[in-house]
């Protein structure tokens, strides 16, 4: 197997992500606290950027958030591939940012195949509360995400889009 090197890798091996999780969802912590840990596990932070605990990932290295980016309370980022989430995005509590993804053939998930596919999100992109994005999407510049909306294709720059699955209408 080739080995793989990995954003940050300078830094030394990271801590297991389940008590990286603990520590950033710990009581009692300053916004600034946990943007430092942030800092410490992402693969790149920008200035201001704010994620509400709790929050859960699946490494943290595969995440970028630019300036300003802003993640509610009780969003999840399966992260086995990057995701990328632009300057100024506000995303809701609750929503799932999925970048895990499994073989739709059944044979190769009985052999439990895994793989991902990267997210992006660009800049100033509003995601509301309890929305799914799900593998390999792609999110414009200035789009919104209804709440409860599960994205499943690319949404264009400035493109409002909703339900399930979600459109523009």
């Known amino acids: ?47 201001g950027a704010l994620i509400r605990p709790p929050f859960f990932c699946d490494h943290g290295y595969n995440i970028s958030l630019g300036a300003g980016a802003f993640l509610n309370y009780n969003c999840i980022i399966l992260d086995v591939e990057p995701v990328i989430i632009g300057e100024g995005t506000a995303i809701g509590p609750a929503v799932q940012i999925l970048a895990a993804d499994h073989p739709r053939d059944p044979e190769l998930r009985r052999q439990q195949v895994r793989f991902g596919r990267p997210v992006t999100i660009g800049a100033n992109v509003w995601i509301g509360g309890g929305a799914i994005i799900l593998p390999g999407v792609t999110i414009g510049d200035d789009a919104i995400v209804g709440a409860g909306s599960i994205v499943t294709r690319d949404v264009a720059a400035g493109t409002t889009v909703f339900g399930t699955p979600a459109r523009a209408k």
Do not use: Y
Request: aromatic share 6%.
């Open 1 to 47: 197997m080739a080995s793989v090197e990995l954003p940050g890798a300078g830094r030394g091996p990271p801590r297991p992500t389940g008590e990286w999780i603990d520590r950033f969802n710990a009581p009692g912590l300053s916004d600034g606290e946990r943007h430092g840990l942030l800092v410490a596990r992402f693969a790149c932070v920008g200035e």
